[in-house]
């Protein structure tokens, strides 16, 4: 079972386009001067609004299409009071809202066409003469949804005649609803067996709702657009962090894996160490004795003439000796530290921790000793 | 998807939208983590793994440079961990010192050729020449018994006796 159940209702995934009888309308072809920018035609549109219509502008619902670099306009106007309070209502949630025929503009055909559109309560002849995208031709009838069919062949066969320049025309039924998703970026109708096709671009200016009321929709598409990129930045960075997370789980698998390896050679590992520890203190045993009372003997030569005492003395590996003393003359340490110093064996005096208390100094030195400088004492005879 | 998310109200999108968001922050915030414990784990295994490596690489110089260092030696002149006590003993015994000592076995470290075994020895209260007799004579020793670590003190009271503490190690060989 789906999670998000809604994904399987085409109904409720569809786009809701209103499309309005195509008699309540009065339209017409206007030629715009080669050059014209897009942003100029909606003021060119009012203008001839203006002229043509015997209403104000916010009296009217209307709309225009013009691809760009179309060489003319074509213009549809209605007076608002046609619709009902209850027809605008239905507009609110709608993604269009236009008339029939002006869906089949997105058909946009590149060679002559011609079409009868059938309505429940109108015919429409829409003819193309190949040369503009937009329709040079756009004839309307008011039929009676009740009207006998004689008098609908007799409006169809008016309507014909006035495509007498346009190939014979298809008579196809007037579009009642979108093909389109919810998220597409584009509204399509399906217009006999062709597809008409708007950008979100073009159907801001073919729909008849209230201009500012768009504007607001168009901000409201924007920001939802933001949201829906930003939502899929979010949905990209948690696909990331789940591949991120299976490396990590991979990654400490192969962790767990070099833990047993490690685990396993480590007593082997452990008896090859031991064995290098103990040859090198086995070698140093032969060839680098620890000579404690030769290195006291030594430092022990520079003491006459000294008022120092030795308290302990402590070896710090093979050749390092630490010596603490007091002395109740404090010159008498430096003296000493120098003297020290000057011994060809002695490598280094270090002066550590001194203190003086009671008028008794006490002192730590550090001699290091040069590697075999000091000799072994002789053997008892 | 997308018709899913366009078709929620704009205060639905939003929550959306902040809830994935807040999960793969938080998310990522502890992918991060972890991956930086890994990472450091990881250069710690290698580093561990290498110097295994490395010791086992060097098994063959390191058993025969051990092989070597003992060839030299007399095992009949090597030393247990007994047997170094009682030699300790019995020199201290020769420069009559014996009631001024203790001695304590501290270790033995094993291989298969060869064992090192630490006992630590002290001389208390003892005068330097009867030091420096012990300690000529265990220089004898040399080189199955040796001196590791060496400590002499001064008695407060009586700056003329001593306490040395040593730790001595003799190789023993086993064969």
């Known amino acids: ?176 609803a979108t093909t389109s998703r919810i998220g597409d970026g584009d509204l399509r109708f399906t217009i006999g067996t062709l597809t008409a096709r708007f950008e979100s671009a073009q159907l801001d200016a073919l729909d008849v709702r209230d201009k500012t009321e768009l504007a607001a929709r168009r901000r409201d598409r924007a920001r939802d657009s933001y949201l829906w990129r930003a939502f899929l930045g979010c949905a990209a960075a948690i696909a990331l962090a789940a591949v991120l997370q299976l490396g990590i789980e991979g990654g400490r698998l192969w962790l767990r894996s070099r833990a047993l390896q490690t685990a396993s050679q480590a007593a082997a590992v452990q008896e090859i160490e031991t064995k290098h520890n103990l040859a090198n203190r086995i070698e140093e045993l032969f060839t680098r004795r620890l000579l404690p009372l030769e290195m006291i003997t030594l430092v022990g030569e520079k003491l006459p003439g000294s008022n120092i005492q030795f308290l302990r003395t402590v070896t710090k590996g093979l050749y390092v000796l630490e010596i603490e003393g007091q002395t109740n003359a404090t010159t008498d340490v430096f003296k000493y530290q120098a003297a020290l110093k000057d011994l060809p064996a002695c490598e280094h005096v270090e002066l550590g921790q001194t203190t003086d208390r009671g008028g008794v100094t006490r002192f730590i030195l550090t001699v290091t000793f040069k590697p075999a400088a000091v000799r072994p004492a002789a053997p008892p005879s | 998807m997308k018709a899913f998310f366009f078709s929620r109200h704009s205060r639905e999108k939003v929550l959306l939208t902040a809830l994935l968001a807040l999960v793969a922050v938080v998310w990522l915030l502890r992918v991060g983590r972890s991956s930086r414990e890994l990472w450091l784990e990881w250069r710690t295994a290698a580093a561990t793994l290498a110097t295994q490596q490395q010791w086992i690489d060097n098994r063959a110089n390191i058993e025969v440079a051990a092989a070597k260092a003992i060839e030299h030696l007399d095992p009949a002149r090597a030393f247990s961990s007994p047997q170094l006590l009682g030699e300790l003993s019995t020199i201290a015994d020769k420069i009559g010192v014996r009631a001024n000592t203790t001695s304590e076995i501290i270790g033995t470290d094993r291989t298969s050729l060869f064992s090192i075994n630490s006992v630590q020895f002290s001389l208390r209260n003892t005068d330097w020449d009867s030091l420096k007799r012990f300690y000529l004579e265990l220089s004898q020793r040399s080189p199955y018994i040796g001196i590791e670590q060496f400590s002499l003190t001064v008695n407060p009271a009586n700056p003329t006796l001593l306490t040395a503490t040593l730790r001595v190690s003799s190789v023993e060989i086993v064969r």
């Open chain 1, 1 to 176: 079972m789906s999670v998000l159940p809604n994904f399987t209702l085409s109904a409720a995934a569809v786009k809701k386009a209103v499309l309005l009888p195509d008699h309540a309308f009065f339209v017409r072809v206007m030629p715009v001067a080669p050059g014209t920018p897009p942003d100029g035609i909606p003021s060119q549109v009012e203008m001839a609004l203006e002229g043509l219509s015997p209403f104000a502008i916010p009296q009217l619902c209307y709309g225009y299409f013009f691809p760009p670099g179309a060489g003319r306009v074509l213009v549809y106007a209605a007076y608002r009071r046609r619709f009902t309070v209850a027809d605008a209502e239905q507009w609110t949630d709608a993604d269009a809202v236009l008339p029939a025929f002006a869906a089949c503009l997105g058909l946009a055909p590149v060679k002559p066409l011609a079409l009868l559109v059938t309505g429940a309560d109108f015919v429409t002849a829409l003819g193309w003469d190949g040369r503009d995208v937009v329709p040079a031709v756009v004839q309307t009838r008011a039929v009676a949804i009740d009207a006998p069919p004689e008098e609908r062949a007799a409006v169809q066969a008016e309507l014909a005649a006035q495509l007498k320049a346009f190939p014979p025309p298809a008579e196809v039924a007037a579009p009642t």
